[in-house]
């Protein structure tokens, strides 16, 4: 029964239905996986934050899950303005350094991302970022982890000359695609489409198919950049 409800809910969640992912786990059983939800359902929709933090300790706070969990939620709140507390920017790199010493080489790989995130959004260090994102790239393509490289590549495009970043945005938003994750299809839709010029028919189409996507889903922090765009 564990194992079916463990299946539901990971498929659930790459569907982007959180609340139902959650609802189909017992905690007590799958309290990492539980956790891994919680905070998913929180960045995506910018909403839950206790439900996450409480979740997240729960867990045995020496595990690489709690860590990197516990790095993630800092990181969001200094990204969304909310909550924010005075030692996030410490607390989040805290985590994903000790994440990062997992013996664990998707865990490592993971960690070594969202620190580059930490550095690039929050810092405006691409300096800093870019070799952390390699680590992690190597990874990803080494043990052949699609999902995984769809996250790093969508985030080393900005850093790449036009023609590079486009092909890495649509090859980030194929392999999303391919596996279903519905929410981070999605949003590699949106920012295929933001960097598109602006007569061009793709970031057209691109914009009818994710607006009323992201509305299903309640994806906070996109309908924001959505609205954002629409004002400038």
Same mark, same amino acid.
């Given at each position: ?63 690489? @899950? ?30 994903? #350094? ?36 390699? @680590? ?33 945005? #649509? ?31 793709? #970031?057209?189409?691109?914009? #009818? ?24």
């Amino acid at each position: 029964m564990i194992a079916d409800d463990t299946y539901i809910a990971r498929r659930l969640l790459l569907l982007g239905e959180w609340d139902a992912a959650l609802t189909a786990l017992d905690p007590e059983a799958e309290p990492e996986l539980y956790a891994e939800i919680a905070v998913e359902r929180w960045f995506f929709r910018i909403e839950g934050h206790e439900e996450a933090e409480k979740a997240v300790a729960a867990l045995d706070p020496a595990s690489p @899950t709690a860590q990197l969990l516990t790095g993630r939620l800092a990181y969001s709140r200094l990204l969304f303005g909310r909550g924010t507390r005075a030692d996030d920017r410490a607390a989040a790199e805290a985590g994903y #350094r000790a994440a990062a010493r997992s013996g664990d080489e998707t865990m490592r790989g993971w960690a070594e991302y969202h620190w580059a995130v930490l550095l690039d959004n929050i810092d405006e260090n691409p300096a800093g970022a870019l070799p952390r994102y390699e @680590t992690a790239l190597e990874i990803a393509t080494r043990t052949g982890d699609g999902y995984f490289e769809s996250y790093i590549i969508r985030h080393l495009a900005p850093h790449k000359e036009p023609a590079e970043r486009l092909a890495m945005l #649509r090859r980030s938003l194929h392999l999303r695609a391919a596996l279903g994750a519905r929410p981070q299809a999605i949003a590699a839709q949106a920012l295929l489409a933001d960097n598109l010029p602006e007569n061009d028919p793709e #970031r057209a189409e691109l914009t #009818r198919v994710f607006r009323p996507a992201a509305e299903e889903l309640r994806i906070g922090w996109l309908l924001q950049q959505s609205g954002a765009l629409e004002e400038s």
